[in-house]
């Protein structure tokens, strides 16, 4: 396999190209560094001396095995043929304050990890909501949002088995029916603490200073966004 494989013919930019979920998988055994991007993967791995071999724990012949099948398995997992989605592209609309979006689209292709960031408040669930629904300047923010860089059929809306997001949403539930105050008075005891008080008052200004909407010191842990 590792004579035969055309992965290894392929240069480490062609192979992230093709396959953008591999970045992980060839930084685990550093074939991702920058360096000369015209070398193929078989001329990486031929390049390497049995004693750099054994330090990254790299077997060529077990390597292309294995990338080879968690090339499989994503695929299979990201989905095959007609229902692939290789790309989703927001198109703007206007933020909660009625303004006009600042960008012209924003495109995910598939195989991309995208983290979506901000305060509470800031909108990043809406976006969500947004691209779940397929919205198509139906939602309160009046995006757009394409498949594949065409407007979607209907099944992408109402269909289950194609809905394009799975979310996993937080459990507050163990941290009981604590106040703000009363959770970091909690953990400043776990970690022995000098002086709780002023650093719990520095924790709760700080917080309020970055979050979207403000919160008291009695409220409420679990009302609070995660």
């Known amino acids: 396999m590792y004579e035969s494989c055309e992965l290894l013919d392929l240069t480490v930019p062609e192979l992230l190209a093709r396959y953008p979920f591999l970045d992980s998988f060839l930084d685990s055994f550093h074939l991702a560094e920058s360096g000369d991007r015209s070398v193929t993967l078989r001329q990486r791995l031929d390049s390497l001396d049995e004693e750099t071999l054994e330090d990254r724990a790299l077997d060529p012949a077990q390597f292309i095995q294995n990338m080879t099948e968690y090339i499989r398995q994503m695929n299979e997992f990201l989905g095959e043929g007609e229902s692939l989605v290789e790309s989703v592209t927001i198109l703007p609309g206007t933020d909660k304050s009625g303004r006009a979006e600042a960008f012209d689209r924003l495109d995910i292709r598939r195989g991309e990890i995208v983290c979506i960031v901000g305060p509470t408040g800031s909108g990043k669930s809406r976006l969500l909501g947004d691209i779940e629904w397929v919205a198509q300047q139906d939602t309160p923010t009046g995006r757009r949002i394409l498949i594949n860089d065409e407007v979607p059929e209907t099944r992408w809306r109402f269909s289950a088995a ?26 400043a005891e776990s970690r022995l603490v000098a002086d709780p008080q002023a650093v719990i008052e520095r924790i709760i200004a700080e917080a309020n ?15 609070l966004s995660g």
């Open 162 to 187: 194609d809905k394009l997001v799975a979310q996993l949403s937080q459990n507050m539930n163990f941290v009981m029916d604590l106040t703000v105050r009363e959770f970091l008075e909690l953990h």
């Open 209 to 223: 200073r970055l979050a979207g909407e403000k919160f008291a010191p009695d409220t409420p842990v679990t009302s």
